[in-house]
């Protein structure tokens, strides 16, 4: 079965400063996709960013990056020039073909002003 | 364009009454999943729909639980008798089957379930 471990329950960072989010995943397929979804405390889960298995090319949105290294199966999220409303429960999350996502247990993250 | 609506958003309930949450999905989407989340077990399947077919039920934790797609624009999950251990948040999301759709799921807010 598919795992997704994050192995940070709790991450600080100062505004402006940059942080990185840790995911790991267990699968033997070969194509499948990879996802950081943030909730706030509204609660609503937002998607942050996505990546294919088959593409080597690190997914970017904005202030949000990826560092994608799918032999170590490891999937990162780098928040660059940290804002106040970054601060939220991020999830890491996999999924293959059309099947269900299977998600971490999620990395609080706090951001100091 | 209207996302993923779920209701109620909050649930007040006593153990032992029968709760139904709604869910309607994003127009033109054809699958639909329901999603617990609680601290203890995180965020966990309970059922996904394809073409409004229940295809892994799985997740239902016992026969308390069951959900139903009657057409490709509503869904709902009935908790008979409901129990204070089924106090969590459910989500429902739903996701496009079309070429490069990503495999994304977009969720709903959510229904925050409190059994008293």
């Known amino acids: 079965a598919q795992t997704v471990t994050q192995s940070q329950p709790e991450m600080s960072v100062q505004e402006a400063e940059t942080v990185t989010l840790s995911c790991t995943y267990d699968?033997?397929?070969?194509?499948?996709?990879l996802f950081w979804y943030k909730q706030p405390p509204s609660r609503q889960m937002i998607l942050v960013i996505r990546q294919e298995a088959y593409k080597q090319q690190n997914a970017t949105e904005n202030r949000f990056s990826v560092n994608f290294q799918k032999a170590a199966k490891s999937f990162s999220l780098k928040i660059s020039d940290s804002q106040l409303g970054d601060a939220a429960m991020y999830f890491c999350?996999?999924?293959?073909?059309?099947?269900?996502?299977?998600f971490g247990q999620g990395t609080r993250l706090t951001i100091n002003p | 364009d209207a996302g993923v609506i779920q209701s109620p958003r909050h649930e007040v309930t006593e153990m032992g009454q029968e709760v139904t949450l709604r869910c309607k999905p994003i127009s033109g989407h054809n699958s639909l999943f329901w999603y617990r989340q609680t601290m203890m077990r995180g965020l966990e399947l309970l059922i996904y729909?394809?073409?409004?077919?229940?295809?892994?039920d799985s997740g239902m934790p016992e026969d308390r639980f069951s959900a139903k797609m009657p057409n490709a624009s509503f869904s709902t999950l009935k908790i008979q008798p409901s129990e204070p251990r089924d106090s969590a948040v459910y989500f429902c999301a739903s996701r496009t089957r079309a070429a490069r759709s990503y495999n994304e799921q977009f969720f709903g807010p959510g229904t925050r379930l409190t059994v008293l």
């Open positions: 999350a996999y999924t293959h073909g059309a099947q269900k996502l299977v």
């Open positions: 699968t033997s397929e070969s194509d499948y996709y």
């Open positions: 729909f394809n073409n409004n077919v229940p295809i892994d």
